[in-house]
């Protein structure tokens, strides 16, 4: 790429990550973000039981207590649960339907895209036997209901997505993977194509504007870490906060900053989005916002980043493949999986199967 395109698509990044923080900053300081509402998560997710019967309702159904729960994995590992391919054209149907009322429509798109990736790879490997794009898996833990504790996952290879209801005031998305391999399809009817492209822009655009004293600061390796730190771990753990804090960027790079954070959070609900959106911005101080780089920041070459703050990390990685094999995902510090909240209702007896 010569250095006009460069530039070109620089400006293209940091204009879409100005945006971003504007829409950010819109939301007032001392305001309360709406609550989701879970009517159509739940409802989606009774419309879906109600298609299954005998083993494939065994199969999509845990106890809300059940350590499945914690079971999570983006890995091609054997899976519990209830996969596409076993589902009819209605019971498919049904299942996209709740992704789509926890998703946004770019949460959905992409996690739609990582799927279709599957067939892309399995024809780059020579083994497409190996690469289903119908070995997804649903699961349910508890009943659903508006107003009562319950939790559903729908995972596969480099797609994981957990989401809990303590209550009906806000559906919580955690952990949340997204990976994407190959990052950019090399050949082909989709050459060029990169689902999680503008994870890599954006946090490059960054990296990019920092001063040679900023950069310093932000670099926590020379080398990348061959994949995001935390794994797939129960418990997302970090020794401690590293990087450049929020408050030594310029407000331009702050703007930035949140732009690489949203574009994580718009793939929740709107309304689950709209609500970090308000917690991030005022509850969050830029002393406690931590962006760190690793690796190279070279187009085309091994990079890892992470932002991180009390209440949520963000890691992405980008080394296995010759660096086209991108990983990345949503932790919330302190409500993956539901959390204390939803510990406590399961404790309190609320209904569940």
Known sequence: MNRTKTTKLF??????????????????????????????????????????????????????????????????????????????????????????????????????????????????????????????YVVIFGTPAAGGPWAWRFEGHHLSLNFASPSNELTITGPAFMGSNPATVPSGPKAGWRPLGREEDMARALVHSLSAEQLEMAMIAEEAPRDIITGNDREARLDGFEGIPASRLTDAQRGMLMGVIGEYVWNMDAAAAHAWMARIENETSPDDLYFAWAGSTVYGEGHYYRVHAPPFLIEYDNTQGNANHVHSVWRDLENDFGGDALAAHYEEGHPHN
């Open 11 to 136: 400006m293209l990044v940091v204009c879409g990550a100005a945006l971003a923080a504007v829409a950010w900053e819109a939301v007032p300081k001392g305001t309360t973000a709406p609550a989701a509402s879970e009517d159509g998560v739940a409802g989606a997710a009774a419309t879906f039981l109600s298609l299954l019967e005998g083993d494939a309702l065994d199969r999509a159904t845990y106890d809300l207590g059940d350590e499945e729960r914690f079971n999570w994995a983006f890995t091609p590992v054997s899976r519990n649960g209830l996969p596409l391919k076993d589902m009819t054209l209605e019971q498919r149907t049904a299942a996209h339907a709740m992704l789509q009322a926890t998703l946004s429509s770019q949460g959905y798109h992409k996690a739609n895209a990582i799927i279709e990736l599957e067939r892309v790879l399995g024809v780059i490997e020579g083994r497409p036997e190996r690469r289903d794009p119908e070995d997804y």
